[in-house]
Structures are given as C-alpha cells and as structure tokens.
C-alpha cells in the first residue's frame, strides 16, 4: 500500500492556514517558506512570514513560519495550531511535532539526519551517538496524513543533488490546493536561472513520491552493527570530498578527533593526514554541507 499526502485545505479562507517549515541551517527552508510565501501573495491571499535563522553556516536549527488565508493578524504559528509541518531533517521534525495539530495536522519529513556536534562526543567505529533513535515507520504510521522520504536520494537521482527542498516543495504542493503551474512559475522565479531545470525536476520527483508503508524506512546509521570485531580486523578509510560543496565552515577541522583535516589555501577541506584518519565518520556526520562522505574498507589480518 502507498500512502501519499492528502490535500487537506486551504478550504476555507476566513480562517488563518498555518505552514511550519523547519530544519537546520544550509537545507533551504528559507526557500521553501519564500516560495510559498509569494504563491499566495500571487493568489490575492493575506501571507505573513517569519523565520529564525539559528547559526545556519554551522547547522544550527532553522525555521519558518508561514500563515495565509483572509486576514493573518499575528506572523507565528501557536503551539498545536500548524496545519502542515514540514520537516528537512529528522530530529528536527521530531523536536516541532508539538507545533502540530492533534487533530488533521499534515506531518512531510525528510529523512536526512544531520548530527550535532554534542552527539558525537564517542569516537570509535559504531559507537552510540546521542541522536534521537525513534523508529520512522512506527512514528509515520501513527500520524494519518503523514510522508517521510529521502528527498536527498530523492533530488540526487534527479541530477540536483542539493535540491531536497524541491523535492519537499514537489511534496508539499499535494496537500495544498495550488495549480502545479503557479508553484512551478514561483520556483522559476526563485531560483538561480542556471538550476530551474533541475528544480523543476525535483519539484517533479516529490510530486509522485510516496513511501510504500510496508517498506522499513532505513534506521539510524548508530544503530548499525557489525559483527567482526576490532581485533581480527582494522579498517581503511577513505573520504571522499566534494570541493563544490564545501563552503568553508570549519566543521570537521574542529571536531575530527585526530586533527587530520585542514583548510588548504582555498579554504576547501582537505585530508592532509590520511595515515591518522581512523574513519570514524564524524566529519561526516557533522558537514550541514554532505561535502565529506567516509568510505570503509574491512582489511583482515592474516
Ligand atoms: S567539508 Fe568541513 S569545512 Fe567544508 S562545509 Fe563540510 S564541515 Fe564545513
Ligand atoms: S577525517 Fe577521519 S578521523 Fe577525522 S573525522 Fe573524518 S573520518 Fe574521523
């Protein structure tokens, strides 16, 4: 069975929709409050916006609110009043689910899970990380008008790897009764001229999503075992950074364990202590940016 969003309002106007968009900073929940924020405006509907943006060149938390409708008196969302939450990262969506509506609310998350740095304080290969470890699909469930996906992956096979937040908007546009066109002019109009086609690709790809309920939404990546220990074997670590992505915040320098990363003259990372690397994937973890990707490789002593 598919679940997929159902179109819920704006049905009627005189009462105020509320629109909760939250994530961390680099994600793009700017964009996405933006671009729903002038769609009403373009449909003569009444639109406050307002928005936090928390330390969001290091992945600190973000959010937005956006309220429409016949006459929007106060710009913030109370507590228990949003009609849709829409979540670009897991904890986080978890962490405004109070903002929710008990009754009908309309829950859309990415699944992408961005750690903090306070939940990496253990290093070795595997070790428990303080992030929240409730299971998706139970949660999912339990919510009637709900939608998790990987909008990352998602935008990924769409050729625009840094366009979740389309594919979120593409998600979005199902609950709310907007003609596909008017959401598409406004992306166009928003977006850098030389990324619409991948956009509206995106914005295409969350449009069809829909999660099969009977599919077990991927765990959190701590909860991961194996099952050959650290004394028949060690592991060859090998990272792999996207210079493009990398914008220079200085993330994994401070937190690697071994002081293996640095800055190079261009303030891109760089590995320049490979040997010392022991491939414990916190820069991984921590980059707002997916700029580090850590590969493994199990070499076992003979
Ligand atoms: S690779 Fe390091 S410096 Fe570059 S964006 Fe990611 S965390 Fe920041
Ligand atoms: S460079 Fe290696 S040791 Fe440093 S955080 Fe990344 S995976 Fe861990």
């Known amino acids: 069975m598919k679940r997929q969003l159902e179109e819920t309002f704006p049905s009627n106007m005189t009462e105020p929709s509320n629109v909760l968009v939250v994530g961390v900073g680099g994600q793009g929940v700017i964009m996405i409050s933006k671009v729903l924020t002038i769609l009403c405006q373009q449909q003569g509907l009444e639109v406050k916006q307002s928005e936090v943006h928390g330390m969001a060149k290091r992945g600190g938390s973000v959010f937005s609110h956006v309220r429409f409708g016949g006459h929007i008196y106060s710009p913030t969302i109370p507590q228990g009043e949003a009609d849709i939450l829409v979540a670009l990262e897991w904890a ?5 689910l109070p903002y929710l509506k008990a009754e009908g609310g309309t829950f ?3 699944t992408q899970q961005i750690v903090p ?3 990496c304080r253990d290093r070795r290969i595997n070790a428990r990380r303080g992030y929240v470890d409730k299971n998706m699909t139970e949660l999912i469930r339990q919510i009637p008008n709900s939608l998790a996906l990987d909008a990352v ?3 990924t096979d769409a050729g625009v790897p840094k366009a979740a937040n389309t594919v979120l908007l593409g998600a979005l546009s199902t609950a709310l009764h907007f003609a596909p066109e008017a959401w598409k002019k406004v992306i166009e109009d928003t977006v850098p001229a030389k990324t619409i086609a991948g956009n509206l690709l995106a914005f295409e790809a969350g449009r069809d999503t829909s999660l099969a ?11 991961e075992k194996t099952d050959i220990t650290e004394d028949v074997c060690h592991y060859n670590a090998q990272l792999e950074i996207n210079e493009a992505w990398c ?4 993330i994994c320098v401070r937190f690697c364990p071994e002081c293996c990363l640095r800055l190079d003259e261009q303030q891109i990372v760089e590995l320049f202590e490979p040997d010392l690397c022991t491939g414990c994937r916190m820069c991984e973890w921590l980059c707002p940016d997916f700029a580090i990707n850590v590969h493994l490789e ?5």
């Open 153 to 155: 992956s998602m935008a």
């Open 108 to 110: 859309l998350v990415d």
């Open 213 to 223: 309920l009977d599919e077990e939404i991927p765990a959190v990546s701590h909860q």
């Open 298 to 302: 199990t070499v076992f002593e003979t």
């Open 247 to 250: 914008k220079s915040c200085d």
């Open 92 to 96: 986080e969506g978890l962490r405004w």
């Open 117 to 119: 740095p306070f939940a």
